[in-house]
């Protein structure tokens, strides 16, 4: 497949489907087990971070499975030791834990905005590796991606950002800001990289260029990377319902219902709507007269043909042969081999 083709829609959703169904069974498993997983999103704004977020936790349980997207740290925060505000949303036994964003802000947007001094950036540097080895010794699952989306898509969704209504809280002056620093962030990324991509805690590199095969792509490797076992689901039956005939419901009049506006929407549907729903009815008249016109234009040669025939038989008749065609003339052509 070529890497500009996109994935077609249909496929997109049927493989998205069965892996979310592979997910709940991770959740299962991480439940019953009491495994702890942590799973590290990072990349450049608008790498498509939220989007496969989205996409792994949209049909988890939400008591054991949290996404943790902190705020810039309080002044408070600031005087603590750096990895303490994260350590306090690391995952208890059967719990998923995703960072959109993590301690690795140091390593980024702290290190190019100047939000934290060079001897802080070293520090970060030297210590993470052993913070996550720690993590990881503890029996924690962790597992790190780098979203990594080029300029030209970037611009692209930022775009789609400033003029959609719906996706304005998307961006930030923070996130322009960061755009003018391309090659810094470029150089931040590689220093990061080249101190924590170690054999213990690597990094996976995705390509999130198109939003849909980005998700794919990441959900399928993140399944290979957990041990999970397919725990069989233990089926409850529904009881009847308790039954108390003392029982008197209040009544509903006497209640305040929300009013069903789905009424008034489907009652004052769209005329544009319609116009198109009757543009689309075939018109079954002049589909008739065309289909007739059609048949015509065919049994037409057919009648001349056949008038011929009969001119042609009756001349037999009178003792007169019909004129011979060209092909009963000619004689069969011989055939060379080139």
């Known amino acids: 497949m070529s890497k500009k083709q996109k994935l077609p829609k249909h496929i997109y959703e049927q493989e998205l489907e069965r892996l979310q169904l592979e997910l709940v069974y991770v959740q299962r498993w991480a439940n019953k087990t009491k495994a702890r997983i942590v799973i590290i999103f990072e990349g450049r704004d608008a790498a498509g971070k939220g989007g496969v977020i989205k996409s792994i936790t949209e049909r988890l349980n939400p008591r054991t499975c949290r996404t943790v997207a902190l705020p810039v740290p ?53 210590d993470c590796p052993d913070f996550e080895a720690m993590l990881i010794r503890s029996g924690i699952i962790l597992i ?11 611009k692209r969704r930022f775009q789609s950002r400033i ?26 990324k590689d220093t990061m990289l080249r101190y924590t991509d170690t054999k213990l805690s690597p990094w996976y590199i995705v390509d999130s260029d198109d939003k849909a095969k980005s998700r794919i792509n ?12 397919i725990i069989p689901y233990e089926k409850m039956a529904l009881k009847p319902l308790q039954r108390d005939d003392s029982y008197i419901r209040k009544p509903m009049s006497e209640q305040t219902w929300i009013p069903d506006v789905t009424s008034a929407l489907m009652q004052a549907e769209d005329p544009l709507t ?34 011929e025939e009969l001119d042609g038989q009756a001349i037999a008749k009178e003792g007169e042969s019909p004129i011979p065609s060209i092909e009963e003339n000619e004689e069969a052509p011989v055939q060379t081999q080139e």
């Open 74 to 126: 309080t002044e408070k925060e600031k005087t603590q030791w750096y990895f303490q505000r994260y350590v306090a949303h690391l995952p208890s036994a059967g719990e998923i834990v995703i960072f959109d964003r993590s301690w690795y802000n140091r390593a980024g947007v702290e290190r190019v905005m100047g939000f934290c001094t060079e001897k802080e950036h070293e520090d970060f540097m030297r």
């Open 144 to 154: 790190k991606y780098w979203f990594s989306v080029s300029a030209q898509e970037q």
């Open 163 to 188: 003029s959609d209504p719906s996706k304005n809280w998307k961006i930030s002056p923070m996130d322009m800001q960061a755009r003018q620093h391309w090659v810094d962030y470029s150089r931040a």
């Open 218 to 229: 990441c959900i399928s490797h993140l399944l290979t990377l957990i041990p999970y076992e």
């Open 274 to 307: 319609e116009r198109k729903k009757a543009k689309k009815k075939p018109n079954k008249k002049k589909k008739a007269k065309k289909k007739s016109q059609e048949q015509s234009k065919l049994e037409a040669p057919k009648a001349e043909d056949q008038a």
